[in-house]
């Protein structure tokens, strides 16, 4: 398993941008898939992007297609998700997670952070 560690979220005005970061622990970071899923309060989380595990094929939402832009640096351990003109109904605490394969489904993910809070003011 790894160990994933979320950060860069905070308070931004609507149409704004926020680049989050997750730090992964181990060394076999680079063989795994990775996703950024949220959950809003009473809802369930979703899926928001994925990328494989040289990066080379990403994955996204359709609520976020074209605004967000999720990355990785394998040589440092770390997965981003850049998020650019948010909206109020992007405010969730914003989940990373790894997985044996690339996919799309929470059950799917077997390591996840702590998560980090995204609140977009209207």
């Known amino acids: 398993q790894v160990q994933l560690v979320e950060s860069g979220g905070g308070l931004v005005q609507a149409g704004g941008s926020l680049r989050l970061s997750c730090a992964a622990s181990?060394?076999?970071?680079?063989?795994?898939?990775m996703g950024w899923f949220r959950q809003a309060p009473g809802k369930e989380r979703e899926f928001v992007a994925a990328i494989s595990w040289s990066g080379g094929s990403t994955y996204y939402a359709d609520s976020v297609k074209g605004r967000f832009t999720i990355s990785r640096d394998n040589a440092k351990n770390t997965v981003y998700l850049q998020m650019n003109s948010l909206k109020p109904e992007d405010t969730a605490v914003y989940y990373c997670a790894a997985s044996l394969v690339v996919a799309t489904q929470v059950a799917d993910f077997g390591s996840w952070g702590q998560g980090t809070q995204v609140t977009v003011s209207s």
């Open positions: 181990g060394r076999t970071f680079s063989t795994y898939p």
